[in-house]
């Protein structure tokens, strides 16, 4: 087995090569292998210069021992406190290196579709949805991502039966990617006429976006079908035929949009939805398996398969994943997010570097 310094080598050299078959002149008209040797020159970077980092730490403990070793008196004493804060930086990039020699997400740096629906509980889960999409376009705005609507469909008491969002950032996935699942109300709803606390829940699926060159769609494999607009309650508000449905026949995914009133812009929508999906669906064995490309995140929909509980009479929000609490609501709802999803990466970290010394 390799010891940490013989794998820091060999990523080292790995650096110098990839860096070499960036400078050749035919990459730049292969996107595919531009873009994958750019993303590994990025991983490479950042574990080449924590290792540089820590060969001049660990110089610097030499240099302090060799140091303490020939001085006398109060200087000796300076040169302790040098060899302790040298290796203090040593144990830090140690770690530092061992977190970025984890296995990396595939998805990384990506893009991110958010889509956000309903479940159980009538208008209240779709009221509910659409509090769920202000959160997270409030924690887009706070993180500097740029969040484009690809379709939001209001149910008719001001509440959202779906909500379809691409949102930009380089670190989106990493966040976005633990808000998967199914995230469960209680709280007096609107809708209650006798003030008693009912439970809903709303799903929501984060998908990396996918590009043109990760997914190739064959035309012939599309059934597109158009018809009109529909809004709350199911009244048309269109007068053409601009919504789109496009069915991907080898893998049955069906995306419907209507967003736009055009139906060219619709049809790019749909398009970039299901060129997500089906890159999900290449991704993950167990759902292609099952034929459902969200089935692992979402489950059923049912609020006993809950990730997170958002309780409104208590001001609470309990992480059921980590065991988090915090009495908050009002700031995790106005988009105060990184106190769980930096709980969660840590938790995510921990296991990861549990399972590899363990392997």
């Not at 021992?65 to 001085?71: A, K, N, R, Y």
């Not at 484009?148 to 966040?175: M, T």
């Amino acid at each position: 087995m390799r010891t940490l310094d013989e794998t820091l080598d060999a990523l080292s050299q790995e650096l110098r090569l990839v860096e070499a078959e960036l400078a050749k002149s035919d990459v730049a008209s292969d996107l595919t292998r531009l873009r994958d040797l750019s993303r590994r020159h990025k991983e490479l970077s950042d574990v080449n210069t924590a290792w540089r980092d820590l060969r001049r730490a660990r110089e610097d403990v030499t240099t302090a021992q060799e140091m303490l070793t020939d001085s006398e008196g109060g200087e000796r004493e300076s040169w302790r406190e040098e060899m302790s804060a040298a290796q203090e930086r040593v144990n830090a990039l140690e770690e530092t290196l061992e977190e970025l020699l984890l296995p990396h997400d595939p998805n990384e740096g990506r893009n991110v579709i958010l889509e956000i629906r309903g479940a159980e509980g009538g208008e209240e889960a779709n009221l509910f949805a659409g509090d769920l999409a202000q959160m997270y376009r409030r924690y887009a705005a706070l993180r500097g991502w740029k969040v484009d609507v690809i379709e939001e469909r209001e149910s008719g008491q001001g509440g959202l039966d779906e909500a379809i969002y691409l949102i930009k950032g380089d670190d989106a996935w990493s966040r976005l990617t633990f808000e998967a699942g199914v995230h469960r109300v209680q709280r007096v709803p609107v809708t209650e006429a006798k003030g008693r606390v009912h439970t809903s829940s709303a799903t929501v699926s984060v998908l990396p976006e996918a590009e043109e060159l990760d997914v190739e769609i064959n035309p012939n494999d599309l059934k597109i079908d158009v018809y009109r607009s529909s809004g709350p309650g199911g009244q048309s508000v269109n007068t053409t035929d601009s919504a789109v449905r496009v069915t991907h026949l080898p893998s049955g995914i069906v995306v419907s949009m209507q967003d736009e009133k055009s139906q060219i812009q619709n049809r790019s929508k749909a398009l970039i939805v299901l060129r997500s999906r089906l890159l999900k669906a290449a991704q993950d064995t167990q759902a292609n398996e099952l034929g459902d490309l969200k089935r692992a995140q979402l489950g059923g929909g049912g609020r006993s398969e809950k990730i997170r509980t958002y309780n409104f009479k208590e001001n609470r929000v309990t992480d059921h994943r980590i065991n988090l609490t915090n009495y908050s609501l009002d700031a995790v709802l106005a988009g105060n997010l990184d106190p769980y999803v930096d709980a969660l990466l840590a938790d995510r970290r921990a296991r990861q570097l549990a399972q590899s010394d363990g392997s």
